[in-house]
């Protein structure tokens, strides 16, 4: 009984989460750089590789940190085993995360060019 | 950061004593819930595991006191109850010389790093890490895999990082810590249990070296290859006279949108010969637990990854006394894995698996696992 009703609460979660979801919703999990400009895609690719060795990529598209906030995160994460993100993946990362949190936050268009990068430092 | 973030960073800081932090400098908060129900309708297998539902909830805060100076906390709350996870300071002067001290996330192996069910695909372990969530995980029988993870200990990190030319990233590591605990094989509950000082007076040591090969070019087939190798000393009882010794290699790659990882570790464990109980005469006074595991995973959809995945354990050595009866001397684990991730909305996502164990000392076992969770 106590078995069934696990399986029923189980089933009951996933079912309640799935049922929410339409594979037409934004993306949750990848982001749509197809009309942000070519450099953002190109660092887009960059960020895709190495932030999702050790997390998924949900994780950085979800967060709520700001510019200044990735800048010193990023420095942390290529310190991790394995990051493989030298000076130019770093920058490439933080120009994407820079760009697409400017976007979030309503500060830019999709299309917009991007600010002048000042690097990870 | 947002009020209910802030209220949430307070309250585990509160509970970790590390309130001035908050006044310190940047605080970031991160953290993950999942729920996870495993299911089979062996028997035998159902009498030998954790079925059932199974919480992994963690919570963590890191505050920036200084540009090179972080402290982390982590609580989790799973099998064991809420427990202090990580618990560390973080010097980082130099890229090629930093040092952590604390309670410390061990490094060895690539699964170290993605132990969080956020960081990993499937819905369970490689069998080499995994805890409570195997068949005939208990101590009379396999006595879990051959590091389980996270192995957390109270001790110090010194880590860096060189680049060979700007292509290659090797990530060196090595630490002293409590060790495991133990009399007769490792107790491993113990690692989890207060009081969560050492049980004898002689630190464990080890170490993680890490080649990380990154492509220049977008277009490469080859984006990524990582490969690494990591080892483990100590002694783990309160005499200090029985060690242990554990090793492993790992190799991991990213080829188009293949995600392709494999490691093997073992791990050799003295035991108590003088004691009465034994089932067999005593050849050599050690269990020997090795393993492996090859995993491909792939995204189909934006919001669909699929994992397939085929490990192993074997544990060699004297049943134990007392120990379970059907076990053998040399008993073997094959599984199959195949699962999927659903990531839905904001974070979050479920996990699907069914997994096919083929065991040499007990029944073969169907299993399933659904669960859900997210991440922030």
Redesign the interface.
């Known amino acids: 009984m106590?078995?069934a009703s696990?399986?029923v609460?189980?089933?009951s979660?996933?079912g309640a989460?799935?049922m929410?979801?339409s594979?037409a919703?934004p993306?949750?999990?990848?982001v749509d750089v197809s009309g942000y400009p070519p450099d953002v895609q190109?660092a887009y690719?960059?960020f895709e590789?190495?932030c999702?060795?050790?997390?998924?990529l949900?994780?950085p598209i979800?967060?709520?940190?700001s510019a200044d906030?990735w800048k010193?995160?990023i420095?942390?994460m290529?310190?991790?085993?394995?990051?493989?993100?030298?000076?130019?993946?770093a920058r490439q990362i933080f120009h994407f995360l820079r760009y697409y949190s400017s976007v979030k936050a309503g500060m830019l268009p999709p299309s917009a060019e991007p600010p002048t990068d000042a690097g990870t430092g | 950061?947002?009020d209910s973030s802030r209220a949430w960073c307070a309250a585990l800081l509160c509970s970790l004593g590390l309130l001035p932090a908050l006044a310190l400098g940047?605080v970031?908060v991160?953290g993950s819930a999942y729920?996870?129900?495993l299911?089979t309708r062996s028997p035998s297998a159902r009498a030998s595991s954790l079925?059932?539902?199974t919480p992994e909830l963690a919570l963590k805060v890191e505050v920036?006191a200084t540009?090179h100076l972080?402290f982390s906390a982590k609580a989790c709350l799973g099998c064991h109850g809420v427990s202090p996870e990580r618990f560390h300071a973080e010097w980082?002067p130099k890229?090629w010389i930093?040092a952590q001290a604390g309670r410390i996330v061990v490094?060895f192996g690539?699964f170290s790093?993605?132990y969080?069910p956020?960081?990993h695909a499937t819905a369970s372990k490689p069998l080499i890490y995994e805890m409570g969530r195997m068949l005939y995980f208990r101590s009379d029988q396999f006595n879990l895999g051959v590091v389980p993870t996270p192995y957390v200990d109270n001790g110090v990190l010194l880590?860096?990082?060189a680049?060979l030319k700007?292509?290659v990233?090797v990530?060196y590591?090595g630490y002293a810590v409590g060790g495991f605990k133990g009399e007769n094989d490792l107790d491993w509950s113990s690692l989890y249990q207060a009081y969560f000082n050492d049980n004898n007076a002689e630190p464990s040591g080890g170490a993680?070296v890490?080649a990380?090969?990154?492509a220049s070019s977008?277009s490469a087939l080859l984006?990524?290859l990582?490969l690494?190798a990591s080892f483990m000393y100590g002694h783990y009882n309160r005499a200090a006279n029985r060690s242990y010794l554990a090793a492993g290699l790992d190799l991991?790659s990213?080829v188009g949108p293949l995600?392709l990882r494999a490691e093997g570790a073992l791990r050799r464990t003295d035991i108590d010969a003088s004691l009465p109980g034994y089932r067999y005469e005593i050849v050599d006074p050690w269990i020997e637990t090795a393993g492996f595991y090859g995993e491909i995973q792939h995204?189909v959809?934006?919001?669909l990854?699929v994992s397939y995945r085929f490990d192993g354990l074997r544990r060699q050595g004297v049943p134990l006394p007392g120990s379970d009866a059907r076990l053998s001397a040399v008993s073997t684990i094959l599984r199959y894995t195949q699962g999927v991730q659903?990531?839905?909305?904001?974070?979050?996502?479920?996990k699907?698996g069914y997994e096919y164990w083929l065991l040499s000392d007990f029944p073969t076992a169907h299993v399933f696992h659904?669960?859900?969770g997210g991440?922030?």
Request: hydrophobic residues 30%; contains cysteine; neutral net charge.
């Open positions: 106590i078995r696990g399986v609460a189980a089933l979660v996933s989460l799935l929410g979801v594979p919703q993306a949750v999990n990848r190109a690719q960059v590789i190495k999702s060795k050790c997390h998924t949900a994780k979800n967060s709520r940190l906030d010193s995160y420095k942390k290529i310190r991790r085993p394995g990051s493989g993100i030298n000076e130019e993946s | 950061m947002t940047d970031n991160s729920v996870d129900y299911g079925s059932g539902i920036d540009e972080s980082t890229p930093n490094p690539d790093m993605r969080d956020s960081g880590y860096g990082q680049w700007d292509s990233q990530w590591g993680r890490v990380t090969y990154s977008d984006k990524d990582s690494g991991s990213r995600t995204p959809t934006e919001w990854v659903v990531n839905i909305a904001s974070g979050l996502f479920a699907l659904l669960g859900a991440a922030f």
